[in-house]
């Protein structure tokens, strides 16, 4: 019995090894395919987190459509995700100029968006305004223009696209 034991063991060790290494390839091979070939769009793409996203989403296989401010920048964002990918592999980004503060621009950005590709599947509102200093010192010009861009411009492009 105690020789049964000793072969029994590494054998249950083994199998069990065996389900854990299945169960995690499915699980990946089902995240890769769950969003590979969706159309992500990503507001400011050229900051940090919008830049981080479109390197993973575009490593992933998905169409993007970066969006941003400044034209050079996007440009050298879309650069830097072609010289990186395997271009069989993964899709050429679409750039679009988007101030999300400017609320009569954004239903033709959305229209430009959908005319591109029919759909969008994700979208990433990552575009935001910041100002530090004293809520007294700040004017209600600059308040509206905040107000716009973190709260009326996000409305305004997700409204447009659904």
Request: proline letters at 2%; one cysteine or more.
């Amino acid at each position: 019995m105690g020789f049964l034991a000793v072969l029994a063991l590494p054998l249950l060790l083994l199998g069990i090894s065996g389900i854990i290494y299945i169960y995690q390839s499915v699980r990946w091979l089902l995240s890769k395919s769950a969003v590979q070939n969706k159309v992500v769009v990503i507001t400011d793409a050229i900051s940090g987190l919008g830049k981080e996203c479109s390197r993973v989403f575009h490593t992933g296989g998905e169409r993007l459509v970066l969006c941003g401010r400044t034209w050079e920048k996007l440009e050298a964002l879309y650069d830097a995700l072609i010289s990186v990918a395997d271009p069989s592999m993964t899709y050429a980004p679409k750039l679009v100029l988007l101030d999300i503060s400017d609320i009569n621009c954004i239903q033709d950005v959305a229209k430009e968006i959908l005319n591109s590709y029919g759909c969008v599947d994700i979208l990433i509102n990552n575009a935001s305004m910041k100002v530090k200093g004293a809520v007294q010192s700040i004017s209600l010009e600059l308040d509206k223009k905040i107000m716009d861009a973190n709260y009326f411009g996000p409305i305004t492009l997700t409204k447009g696209i659904l």
